[in-house]
């Protein structure tokens, strides 16, 4: 029997043999695990892109701000015999180029084109009645009396 002593374990057991490997297989030296720091990122090549142009904001058409405006004013002033058809007409003529003016590229503003071009038509309707009216109150009142009534 072999004598065993737990303090001393070292001697107990052979020390384990180097592998051997064939004389023709590559010998490596090992060497020990070393982390890498991350390397740093700098600025980075375009690779033959150029960089974006600065984007452009969209402009809105004046023209249309301007026919919807009057628009709206006709809208409220028909009750006016001349001024109204004015406007109206006016309304109807901005928001026009208003509207051709939102189509091209980098405008806005086609829906207030049509909003000023609906409020000038739907004002002028009225404004030919009220036209009407008016003309044919004075040609009442100017065949009813003579000329110096």
């Known amino acids: 029997m072999t004598s065993y ?7 107990q057991f052979p020390a384990p043999a180097e592998p051997v490997y064939p ?4 010998q490596y030296a090992v060497q020990p695990y070393v982390t890498q720091p991350y390397p740093a ?10 960089p974006y142009p600065a984007y452009q904001p969209l402009m809105t058409s004046g023209m249309a701000v301007a ?3 009057v628009g709206i004013i006709a809208l409220v002033t028909f009750w006016i015999p001349f001024v109204d058809l004015v406007l ?13 003016q939102a189509d091209r ?4 503003g086609k829906g207030m084109g049509i909003a000023g071009l609906v409020c000038g038509i739907v ?3 009225p404004a030919l009645i009220v036209m009407l ?3 044919g109150l004075f040609a009442a009142a100017g065949t009813a009396c003579g000329i110096a009534c």
Not at 5 to 11: E, G, M, S
Not at 105 to 108: D, I, S
């Open 5 to 11: 002593d737990p303090y001393q374990p070292d001697q």
């Open 23 to 26: 004389p023709s297989a590559p």
């Open 41 to 50: 990122y700098g600025p980075q090549p375009m690779y033959g892109a150029q």
């Open 67 to 69: 026919g919807m405006v």
């Open 88 to 100: 109206g007409f006016l309304a109807i003529g901005l928001s026009w180029g208003g509207m051709v």
């Open 105 to 108: 590229p980098g405008y806005t």
């Open 123 to 125: 004002a002028v309707i």
């Open 133 to 135: 009216f008016f003309f």
